[in-house]
Every structure is written in structure tokens, then in C-alpha cells.
């Protein structure tokens, strides 16, 4: 196994403490200016408390907790509203300045290496610079080292999160506060300038302040494509053209000449859910995608066209003191032609400014793409065509940083976004699409009973019915509202395919895939929509399996349909290639974190060792989430955490909403993130190679047997306490937050798949965000600690921790597993969590499911501690340690406050009180979520 090199350099926490001292402050001036001393004290008052009981011994304690208890029950509701702004706008702050030090760390970083790596190749860790040197240094020549960029695919796809209840105005103010920070970090002590800066940093607060923090009404589909939207034009294609500018020099640097002048091919690119995932989602029309895809495209072509005027401006090129190319000078003759009017209004003006006469062409053309004029761009391949016929002409004119500068960075963008923006993902489940194909069939005469059909019987009629040997119609008239609106989806695409483009939506993604005929009943789908026929198919279907059972058996389900005559005819059709998404969350709630992870890591194995032998090409789509339970692990660690023989150079990945504004809360910290996906994809085809250079495997196959007793050890005991414990349903109900987030409508999605909140019902994002809120964090590690154990009580203990050790140090993927699971554990509060506990009335239940919460954690502590070798949790982590243990104190009130308000909340509903009497206990609650996910920054 190929260790990474090197690690960060160790910050420097004085600026940044002083960052949040100035904002702290800041704000309790401003919260006695808003709100009188009295708030004031009495926030200080709540937080002085919250601190002394996180370091007094377990007596004192108790008695501090008491104390707090009851100055938080004496506090008015409208007092409780106030102490929970006080505590969430602290943590937008302090969550500003974090960002804000991250981006100057890295600007440090980079201004002291910049000199060193000219003469020792010193980089940035995980930079892009990391990335080319690490290359070179394996001996990699730029030939292959382009060729890595050449064979790499990306896709990063932004999706919806409950989190999103605040609103964008919030976000602004946000980087409005980061750009003020930079401002101050170059001025000079007691100058006007700094002033005036601090004054505009205390208007911000104030404004802030005075802000809703959430929106008053429910959040929209819409409210989630603007959002999503708000990322892609303020931060995603700004940085698209630097980070390519910062490969470029990085080849420069380590190739010299040669490398400069090297090609570089674009391999990232972006996708969406918001507008198009309507698994569960009723609101998700055909309609509501449609505008979401005339939104992206007039966006980005709004964007296009604010760059072509800054190209105007920087290409005054004239005839008689530079030469330009005759496949130029043609174009613009045959755009004369066609637009002549266009050329007279600029005659005069750029007539022997060649550049400047074909930018102003493409700026017509281009706005007539949003109107339909005669003169539009069919495609962004024909705008694309028409810069690169600039940029060739530049380069054979002795203009190559004049090209390199100002032409090049839109190519990439083109190549990037094309004119979707955001290719959309269509997602359903795979029931509804049965319903469909029943409805149709029934209609038809052919079955009245498809639904009951043995699973080779549907996949033979299924097969007959694509591959034309037997037909159905359409209905004239349709029975069935449900399966006719499924119908409407395919018509939706077939239209924006036939109307904007074939790349608006290119996927559509079946949801709980547990047979090959859910993936022929989409096939037929698509064949009497017209989005199918002998010659073509529109669409890539995509597989996601998200169960343990559906994970276990993902491999024979992709190797009969793969063998299916209609089925291979439209992967042929679509290139031999085969996208299969893995959903991380669903398998987590399903069998617990560590199962998850094994099924997950097996499941990949196969299907890449199956593709292998159909020779089809094979792409993974990980649908991650912002926490571990969800898949959201340090990226590097968990690229190469994965089976080497998965790598593929195609990789899709899921940004959810909840961490977006963690990884693109600028353009530097966007860039960053996406170097480390670059750089993770690098090392992990570095592993790959070096195995298969290698005669001897580092991987003890014992270890498989190992990991499979542990998981099953790990399943066994999660279903017996999570799904076979009543009282532990009951607790869930009780001691979380579930039916209030439910309730308040965070997201435009259901809470719920059935509609209840019965555990196998609820959605996995809630069923996260309601432990993590709680501070339990069980969906990250329980029951893990028992199955390790197991391994202990087969073998002798000695014996058994020394197996542990040995996969730790000499397995990546258990190393992850155990890495990411004593993160979670270091999260979760036992304080806190029991103060929870407690919403639970019935003492048996609670001492049941408590005792036995407090006992698995323990028992997990102890054993990732044994197999990572370390004394305490995070040993090797300080930093993140440190942040926790600073953080708690202030996310400690929230909880408080959250917990009065949920008990009363409660009571007035016990009592038969209307909605209105106790609207105020639900905003205090909805801020409480928002807040303390704030603190935590991570939820679901």
C-alpha cells in the first residue's frame, strides 16, 4: 500500500481567534444594543454554565446542570427565541471565520512554498501541485501525466437538504462577512481604513441580526433550485477556469516549457437533483423540471455572455499591426452574411478588429438561444466551435498569453457547463414505475396481474415488449392518475431532449432497484415515450441499491440483465457503458454504519470484477452524505478507502445540500475541495498500478473472513436493538426531535416514504439529523463495539486486538472504517444525550434503551481505541479534537433550550391545544435544529 506523503502544516490559531474574538464581541455589543444588558447577561449567564459543567466532576455537575435547567424553564418563550439567535448567529460567525482561515491557511501555504518549489518540488498537501509532482516523482512523463487528466471524469452533483431552511440572504451576508475579513487582514493597526472596515463588519452583524434566519413558509422546490443555483453562478464557474489555470502551472513548474504548452483536457463537471429527484417527492412536477432546466440554461448562458464582453474588451487585435487566421476571417465574412444588420451597427467601430467583430457574432447568436431566433446556437458544441476558432487563431499569432489569459478559461467553462449548467438527474422509485407499466399492460389486454408475476415472467414479457415481439399501446384515456403521471416524466424528457438538449437530462436513476425488471420496465418506459427505438436511447439507467439485501445481490441482478437481449442492445447504444449509483445512507440505517460500509466495499468489488469480464465499462455514483453514517468521510480517505479494482478514472459523487456550503463557501475553498477529490483519484490510481506491478497483495485474505464475521456480528445486533425493540421505537419517537422536523417541513421532500413515523418509513436524512440533534450520533457507530468484540471472544483477547492492529495498519479500508467511526464518537455527548433521554417518560424504556446506548459506546470507544492503538479518542487528531471540545460549550445551550421547548411542545399538544397557541414553541424549535446544526456543522 502506497502511504501518502507528507500532511498539512500545523495553522496558526492566533488569527483566528482573533477573527471570532472581534465578531464575539461584535455581537454582544450588538445584542446589548438590540436587546437590552439583561439578554445579555443572561446569555453569558447560560453560557458560563454550559462551560463549568463540561469540565467539573461528576457531582458538581449535576448540580450545574440543575442550575441551568432551571434558568432556562424561567426564561419567556420570547426569551428562548432570543438565547437561541444568540447562540446560532455565534456559530454563523464563528463558522465565517473558520472558512476564513481555511482559505487564508491555504494562501500562506502557497506564498511560503511558492519560492521552495521551483528547487525541491515543496507543494501545498493535496494541491494540484501535489498532485503533478507526486506524479513526476513516480516517474511519470508529461505524456502520462496528461494522459491521467485525459482519462479522469468527475461529477459532482449537487442535491437537496433539509438544512437548507436558511435562507439565501442569510448565506450572502455570510461571504459579505468574509470578504470584510480579508479586507482587515490587509490594513494596518488603528488606521482609518481598518475603521471603517470593523464598522462595516458591525452594520453586517446588526443587519444579520435582524434577519429571519429561516424562512416563514415551507421551502419549495424552487427555493431549492435558487439555492443550488446561488452556488453554481457565484462560486462553482468562477472557479472552474482556476483551477485549470493552477494545473497548468503546475505542469509548468515540474515539466517546464513542454508542460506549459501541454493540453489540458477538462474532467470535472457538474450535475443536479434539485428540480428532477422526485423519489417521494410529489412536488417535483414535470413542470417544475422544465423550469428548473430553462433557469440553469438562461443562467449560464447570462454568464457566457457577461464573458464575452470582457473578451471585447481585451481583444483589440488590429489588421494592420497583427495577422489572424483565414478560418477566422471566413467565419466572420459568413457571419456577415447571415446577420447583416448586426455588421452594419458595428462597422464602423470594429471593422479592422477582427476578434471584436467575431465576439460581437457570438454574442447574437448566443442570446438568441434563449429566444429561439433563426441565428441561435443549435448547441454549445457550435459556441464552443466559435471560440476555439478565436483561440486558434491567437495561438498561431504569437498570442499564446494573450489565449492563455483571457480565451481559454471560458473554453473551459463551455466544455464544463455546455448550455445546461447542471446536467439533471431524474430519480424515482422503482415502484412507481411498475405502477406504470401495470397500468399500461392492464389497458393493453395483455395482463391484468403483472404486479404478481414471478420475476422471470416479467422480465421475458418485458423483454418481448421492448424488443417489439409483442406490443401494447398507450392509453387514450387513462384509468390510473399515478401511473399517467409517471408517463408525463418520460414525455417531460423526451420534449426538453427534442426542445434544449439531449445532455439537460441524460440519466434516470431507479431508486430501491431490487430486480433486473425494474430496469427493463424503465427501458419500456422509455421505448413508448420515444425515448428508445432500434437506433437510439436517450437516457443511461442507473441502478441505485440501497438496502444490505439489494447490495448483496447488485452483481447477479447486473450480470443477467447485462445478458438480456434488450438490455444489452441499449447499453451498446449507450457506449458499453453501465452507471450503478451506491446509496450510503439507506444501507446505514438499514444494517448500521460498519455492514454498510463492508456491503458497500463487496458489493463494488463485484461489479468492477464483472464488468471486467463483460468488458463494459463501469462508473460508481456515491451518493454521499454530510456525515459518516451518510458516506461523508474525509474525501481523500474515502476515494482510496474503496476496492483498487473499482478504479476506473470515473467517478460520480452526490455534494449534498448540507455540506455545500462548507465546500464551496468561497472560490478557494472550492478549489481546494475539488483538488482533494483530484488528488484522491491520483493516489488511488497510484495503488492500483502498484498492485498490479506487484506479485504479493498487502492484503491478508484472512482479513475478508474477519470482516465478515464482524459485520454479521454488526447486523445481527443493530436489528435486534433498532428494529426488534419496541422500546427503543418508542425512545425514538420520544427522545429525538423526528416528529417536529417532520412537521416543519425543512425540506420540500417527506419526511416519511409510507407517510408514518415508523422507523423503516422514515427517510434517512431525518432519521440522521434526529440522533445528531440529540447528540446520540448512534447511526455512526453502534452497535460497532460489540462486533469488533465478537472477534475477541472467538479468538483470545490478545490475539484478536493483534488482528485488529493488523488490519488497521495494513488495510486502508478497515483503517478508514475505524478512523471515521472514532470521529463520530468523539461527536457524540453522553451529557447531553441523557438530558434527552429524559423526553422519555416511561423510566423502564428509557433506563432500557439508555443504559444500553451508554454501554455500546463505551464498549465501541474501547475497541476503536485498541485497534487504532491510541489512548484516547482522536489521539491523532488534536485539531479536530480541539474543535469539538471548544465548540460543545456553545451548542450546549441550544440543546437545553431545544429540549424545554420540545417537552412543552408536547404538552400543549397532549392537551388538544390549536396549531396557533403554541406557534411560538415551533419557531423557537425550528431555530433550535438550525442552530445547533450550525454548531455542529454537519446534521443529515
Given at each position: 500500500?502506497r502511504?501518502?506523503?507528507?500532511?498539512?502544516?500545523?495553522?496558526?490559531?492566533?488569527?483566528?481567534?482573533?477573527?471570532?474574538?472581534?465578531l464575539?464581541?461584535?455581537?454582544?455589543?450588538?445584542?446589548?444594543?438590540?436587546?437590552?444588558?439583561r439578554?445579555?447577561?443572561?446569555?453569558e449567564?447560560?453560557?458560563?454554565?454550559?462551560?463549568?459543567a463540561?469540565?467539573?466532576?461528576?457531582?458538581?455537575?449535576?448540580?450545574?446542570?440543575?442550575?441551568?435547567?432551571?434558568?432556562?424553564?424561567?426564561?419567556?418563550?420570547?426569551?428562548c427565541?432570543t438565547?437561541?439567535?444568540?447562540?446560532?448567529?455565534?456559530?454563523?460567525?464563528?463558522?465565517v471565520?473558520?472558512d476564513?482561515?481555511?482559505?487564508r491557511?491555504?494562501?500562506?501555504?502557497?506564498?511560503?512554498?511558492?519560492?521552495?518549489?521551483?528547487?525541491?518540488?515543496?507543494?501545498?498537501?493535496?494541491?494540484v501541485?501535489?498532485?503533478?509532482?507526486?506524479?513526476?516523482e513516480?516517474?511519470?512523463?508529461?505524456?502520462?501525466?496528461?494522459?491521467?487528466?485525459?482519462?479522469?471524469?468527475?461529477?459532482?452533483?449537487?442535491?437537496a437538504?433539509?438544512?437548507?431552511?436558511?435562507?439565501?440572504?442569510?448565506?450572502?451576508?455570510?461571504?459579505?462577512?468574509?470578504?470584510?475579513?480579508?479586507?482587515?487582514?490587509?490594513?494596518?493597526?488603528?488606521?482609518?481604513?481598518?475603521?471603517?472596515?470593523?464598522?462595516?463588519?458591525?452594520?453586517?452583524?446588526?443587519?444579520?441580526w435582524q434577519?429571519?434566519?429561516?424562512r416563514?413558509?415551507?421551502?419549495?422546490?424552487?427555493?431549492?433550485?435558487?439555492?443550488?443555483?446561488?452556488?453554481?453562478?457565484?462560486?462553482?464557474?468562477?472557479?472552474?477556469?482556476?483551477?485549470?489555470?493552477?494545473i497548468?502551472?503546475?505542469?509548468?513548474?515540474?515539466?517546464?516549457?513542454?508542460?506549459?504548452?501541454?493540453?489540458?483536457?477538462?474532467?470535472?463537471?457538474?450535475?443536479s437533483w434539485r428540480?428532477?429527484d422526485?423519489d417521494?417527492?410529489?412536488?417535483?412536477?414535470?413542470?417544475?423540471?422544465?423550469?428548473?432546466?430553462?433557469?440553469?440554461?438562461?443562467?449560464?448562458?447570462?454568464?457566457?455572455?457577461?464573458?464575452?464582453?470582457?473578451?471585447?474588451?481585451?481583444?483589440?487585435?488590429?489588421?494592420?499591426?497583427?495577422?489572424?487566421?483565414?478560418e477566422?476571417?471566413?467565419?466572420?465574412?459568413?457571419?456577415k452574411?447571415?446577420?447583416?444588420?448586426v455588421?452594419?451597427?458595428?462597422r464602423?467601430?470594429?471593422?479592422?478588429?477582427?476578434?471584436?467583430s467575431?465576439?460581437?457574432?457570438?454574442?447574437?447568436?448566443l442570446?438568441?438561444?434563449?429566444?429561439?431566433?433563426?441565428?441561435?446556437y443549435?448547441?454549445?458544441?457550435?459556441?464552443?466551435?466559435?471560440l476555439?476558432l478565436?483561440?486558434?487563431?491567437?495561438?498561431?499569432?504569437?498570442?499564446?498569453?494573450?489565449?492563455?489569459?483571457?480565451?481559454?478559461?471560458?473554453?473551459?467553462?463551455?466544455?464544463?457547463?455546455?448550455?445546461?449548467?447542471s446536467?439533471?438527474?431524474?430519480?424515482q422509485?422503482?415502484?412507481?414505475i411498475?405502477?406504470?407499466?401495470?397500468a399500461?399492460?392492464?389497458?393493453?389486454?395483455?395482463?391484468?396481474?403483472?404486479?404478481?408475476?414471478?420475476?422471470?415472467?416479467k422480465?421475458?414479457?418485458?423483454?418481448d415488449?421492448?424488443?417489439?415481439?409483442?406490443?401494447?399501446?398507450?392509453?387514450?384515456?387513462?384509468?390510473?392518475?399515478?401511473?399517467?403521471?409517471?408517463?408525463?416524466?418520460?414525455q417531460?424528457?423526451?420534449?426538453?431532449?427534442a426542445?434544449?438538449?439531449?445532455?439537460?437530462?441524460?440519466?434516470?436513476?431507479?431508486s430501491?432497484c431490487?430486480e433486473?425488471?425494474?430496469?427493463l420496465?424503465?427501458?419500456?418506459?422509455?421505448?413508448?415515450?420515444?425515448?428508445?427505438?432500434?437506433?437510439?436511447?436517450?437516457?443511461?439507467?442507473?441502478?441505485?441499491?440501497?438496502?444490505?439485501?439489494?447490495?448483496?445481490?447488485c452483481?447477479?441482478?447486473?450480470?443477467?440483465?447485462s445478458?438480456?437481449?434488450?438490455?444489452?442492445?441499449?447499453?451498446?447504444?449507450?457506449?458499453?457503458s453501465?452507471?450503478?449509483?451506491?446509496?450510503?445512507?439507506?444501507?446505514?440505517?438499514?444494517?448500521?454504519?460498519?455492514t454498510?460500509?463492508?456491503?458497500?466495499?463487496?458489493?463494488?468489488l463485484?461489479?468492477?470484477?464483472?464488468?471486467?469480464?463483460?468488458?463494459?465499462?463501469?462508473?460508481?455514483?456515491?451518493?454521499?452524505?454530510?456525515?459518516?453514517?451518510?458516506?461523508?468521510?474525509?474525501?481523500?480517505?474515502?476515494?482510496?478507502?474503496e476496492?483498487?479494482?473499482?478504479?476506473?478514472?470515473?467517478?460520480?459523487i452526490?455534494?449534498?445540500?448540507?455540506?455545500?456550503?462548507?465546500?464551496?463557501?468561497?472560490?478557494?475553498?472550492g478549489?481546494?475541495?475539488?483538488?482533494?477529490?483530484?488528488f484522491?483519484?491520483?493516489?488511488?490510481?497510484?495503488?492500483?498500478?502498484?498492485?498490479?506491478?506487484?506479485?504479493k497483495?498487502?492484503?491478508?485474505?484472512?482479513?475478508?473472513?474477519?470482516?465478515?464475521?464482524?459485520s454479521?456480528?454488526?447486523?445481527?445486533?443493530?436489528?435486534?436493538?433498532?428494529?426488534?425493540?419496541?422500546?427503543?421505537?418508542?425512545?425514538?419517537?420520544?427522545?429525538?426531535?423526528?416528529?417536529?422536523?417532520?412537521?416543519?417541513?425543512?425540506?420540500?421532500?417527506?419526511?416519511?416514504r409510507?407517510?408514518t413515523?415508523?422507523?423503516?418509513?422514515?427517510?434517512a436524512?431525518?432519521?440522521?439529523?434526529?440522533?445528531?440533534?440529540n447528540?446520540?450520533?448512534?447511526?455512526g457507530?453502534?452497535?460497532?463495539?460489540?462486533?469488533?468484540?465478537?472477534?475477541?471472544?472467538?479468538?483470545?483477547?490478545?490475539?484478536?486486538?493483534?488482528?485488529?492492529?493488523?488490519?488497521?495498519?495494513?488495510w486502508?479500508?478497515?483503517?478508514?472504517?475505524?478512523?471515521?467511526?472514532?470521529m463520530v464518537?468523539?461527536?457524540?455527548?453522553?451529557?447531553?444525550?441523557?438530558?434527552?433521554?429524559?423526553?422519555e417518560?416511561n423510566?423502564?424504556?428509557?433506563?432500557?434503551v439508555?443504559?444500553?446506548?451508554?454501554?455500546?459506546?463505551?464498549?465501541?470507544?474501547?475497541?476503536?481505541?485498541?485497534?487504532?492503538?491510541q489512548?484516547?479518542?482522536?489521539?491523532?487528531?488534536?485539531?479536530?479534537?480541539?474543535?469539538?471540545?471548544?465548540r460543545?460549550?456553545?451548542?450546549?445551550?441550544?440543546?437545553?433550550?431545544?429540549?424545554?421547548?420540545?417537552?412543552?411542545?408536547?404538552?400543549?399538544?397532549?392537551?388538544?391545544?390549536?396549531?396557533?397557541?403554541?406557534?411560538?414553541?415551533?419557531?423557537?424549535?425550528l431555530?433550535?435544529?438550525?442552530g445547533?446544526?450550525?454548531?455542529?456543522?454537519?446534521?443529515?
Open positions: 500500500m502511504v501518502r506523503a507528507g500532511s498539512e502544516p500545523i495553522p496558526s490559531y492566533s488569527k483566528i481567534s482573533s477573527d471570532i474574538h472581534l464575539g464581541n461584535t455581537l454582544g455589543h450588538i445584542i446589548v444594543e438590540q436587546e437590552g444588558k439578554i445579555f447577561e443572561l446569555e449567564t447560560l453560557r458560563s454554565l454550559t462551560k463549568r463540561r469540565n467539573e466532576a461528576p457531582k458538581k455537575r449535576k448540580k450545574t446542570k440543575a442550575k441551568i435547567i432551571e434558568l432556562v424553564n424561567n426564561l419567556s418563550y420570547e426569551e427565541l438565547m437561541i439567535h444568540c447562540f446560532s448567529i455565534y456559530f454563523q460567525l464563528v463558522n471565520a473558520e476564513h482561515h481555511r482559505v491557511v491555504l494562501r500562506e501555504w502557497a506564498t511560503g512554498s511558492s519560492r521552495k518549489r521551483r528547487a525541491s518540488a515543496e507543494r501545498v498537501p493535496e494541491s501541485y501535489d498532485l503533478v509532482f507526486t506524479l513526476k513516480q516517474g511519470f512523463k508529461l505524456e502520462e501525466t496528461t494522459d491521467f487528466f485525459s482519462n479522469l471524469r468527475i461529477e459532482l452533483v449537487f442535491t437538504h433539509p438544512n437548507e431552511a436558511r435562507r439565501r440572504t442569510v448565506l450572502e451576508k455570510g461571504a459579505q462577512m468574509m470578504k470584510l475579513l480579508f479586507q482587515l487582514d490587509n490594513t494596518y493597526n488603528d488606521s482609518f481604513e481598518k475603521r471603517t472596515i470593523i464598522d462595516e463588519i458591525r452594520a453586517c452583524i446588526t443587519t444579520l434577519t429571519d434566519e429561516v416563514n413558509d415551507d421551502l419549495t422546490v424552487m427555493d431549492e433550485v435558487k439555492n443550488g443555483l446561488y452556488y453554481m453562478q457565484n462560486i462553482v464557474f468562477p472557479l472552474v477556469p482556476l483551477m485549470y489555470q493552477r497548468r502551472d503546475a505542469l509548468s513548474l515540474a515539466y517546464g516549457e513542454e508542460g506549459r504548452k501541454a493540453g489540458i483536457p477538462s474532467c470535472v463537471f457538474f450535475g428540480g428532477s422526485r417521494g417527492n410529489s412536488n417535483v412536477t414535470p413542470e417544475m423540471t422544465v423550469n428548473t432546466v430553462k433557469m440553469l440554461r438562461e443562467a449560464v448562458i447570462r454568464l457566457y455572455d457577461k464573458k464575452l464582453f470582457e473578451l471585447v474588451d481585451n481583444l483589440s487585435q488590429a489588421t494592420h499591426i497583427t495577422t489572424f487566421s483565414h477566422l476571417l471566413s467565419s466572420i465574412e459568413e457571419d452574411k447571415r446577420r447583416p444588420d455588421w452594419q451597427n458595428i464602423a467601430s470594429n471593422e479592422f478588429e477582427p476578434y471584436r467575431k465576439i460581437t457574432f457570438i454574442h447574437n447568436k442570446l438568441s438561444v434563449l429566444d429561439g431566433g433563426a441565428v441561435a443549435r448547441n454549445s458544441d457550435e459556441f464552443l466551435s466559435d476555439q478565436i483561440e486558434k487563431s491567437l495561438l498561431t499569432n504569437r498570442s499564446e498569453m494573450v489565449t492563455r489569459t483571457f480565451v481559454e478559461p471560458l473554453i473551459h467553462q463551455v466544455e464544463t457547463f455546455g448550455f445546461e449548467f446536467t439533471l438527474d431524474v430519480r422509485h422503482s415502484a412507481k411498475e405502477s406504470l407499466v401495470f399500461i399492460l392492464r389497458h393493453a389486454g395483455i395482463t391484468d396481474a403483472y404486479n404478481a408475476m414471478k420475476e422471470r415472467e422480465v421475458a414479457l418485458l423483454t415488449l421492448i424488443l417489439g415481439r409483442t406490443r401494447a399501446e398507450i392509453p387514450q384515456v387513462w384509468v390510473d392518475e399515478e401511473a399517467l403521471a409517471q408517463y408525463h416524466v418520460f417531460m424528457i423526451r420534449n426538453v431532449h426542445k434544449y438538449s439531449k445532455n439537460a437530462i441524460k440519466t434516470y436513476i431507479v430501491m431490487h433486473e425488471s425494474d430496469l420496465e424503465v427501458l419500456y418506459a422509455m421505448k413508448l415515450a420515444g425515448l428508445y427505438n432500434d437506433l437510439h436511447s436517450d437516457l443511461d439507467i442507473v441502478p441505485l441499491f440501497e438496502t444490505i439485501e439489494d447490495l448483496r445481490n452483481a447477479g441482478i447486473m450480470e443477467r440483465i445478458n438480456n437481449a434488450a438490455y444489452r442492445k441499449h447499453l451498446q447504444l449507450r457506449g458499453t453501465q452507471e450503478i449509483m451506491l446509496g450510503y445512507s439507506d444501507s446505514t440505517k438499514d444494517g448500521g454504519y460498519l454498510s460500509r463492508w456491503e458497500l466495499y463487496k458489493a463494488e463485484a461489479l468492477s470484477k464483472l464488468y471486467g469480464e463483460l468488458g463494459i465499462s463501469a462508473k460508481f455514483f456515491h451518493g454521499r452524505g454530510g456525515t459518516i453514517s451518510r458516506g461523508g468521510e474525509p474525501t481523500i480517505d474515502a476515494i482510496r478507502s476496492p483498487l479494482e473499482a478504479y476506473s478514472g470515473k467517478i460520480k452526490t455534494e449534498q445540500g448540507e455540506v455545500i456550503p462548507q465546500n464551496y463557501s468561497t472560490i478557494e475553498i478549489i481546494r475541495h475539488i483538488e482533494q477529490i483530484l484522491g483519484m491520483c493516489l488511488s490510481m497510484l495503488d492500483k498500478r502498484e498492485a498490479s506491478d506487484s506479485s497483495r498487502d492484503i491478508d485474505p484472512k482479513w475478508f473472513e474477519y470482516m465478515e464475521e464482524i454479521e456480528a454488526n447486523k445481527s445486533k443493530y436489528h435486534e436493538f433498532i428494529f426488534e425493540t419496541k422500546a427503543f421505537r418508542d425512545y425514538f419517537q420520544k427522545a429525538t426531535p423526528i416528529r417536529e422536523i417532520a412537521r416543519m417541513r425543512l425540506g420540500s421532500r417527506p419526511i416519511s409510507g407517510g413515523m415508523e422507523i423503516e418509513d422514515v427517510r436524512i431525518p432519521w440522521v439529523f434526529s440522533w445528531t440533534q447528540r446520540h450520533l448512534l447511526t457507530w453502534y452497535p460497532i463495539g460489540y462486533a469488533l468484540d465478537a472477534l475477541l471472544r472467538k479468538h483470545t483477547r490478545k490475539e484478536g486486538i493483534a488482528i485488529l492492529q493488523r488490519m488497521y495498519d495494513g486502508l479500508f478497515f483503517k478508514t472504517v475505524i478512523d471515521n467511526t472514532q464518537l468523539a461527536k457524540t455527548d453522553l451529557m447531553i444525550a441523557e438530558l434527552y433521554s429524559e423526553l417518560e423510566e423502564e424504556k428509557r433506563y432500557l439508555f443504559a444500553e446506548f451508554k454501554r455500546q459506546y463505551e464498549l465501541a470507544s474501547e475497541m476503536v481505541l485498541e485497534a487504532s492503538g489512548k484516547f479518542l482522536l489521539e491523532k487528531n488534536r485539531l479536530l479534537r480541539f474543535s469539538i471540545e471548544v460543545n460549550p456553545y451548542i450546549d445551550p441550544m440543546n437545553y433550550l431545544q429540549i424545554r421547548l420540545l417537552r412543552e411542545r408536547r404538552s400543549l399538544e397532549n392537551q388538544g391545544k390549536q396549531r396557533g397557541q403554541f406557534e411560538i414553541v415551533d419557531t423557537g424549535i431555530l433550535s435544529i438550525v445547533i446544526s450550525s454548531g455542529m456543522r454537519n446534521t443529515g
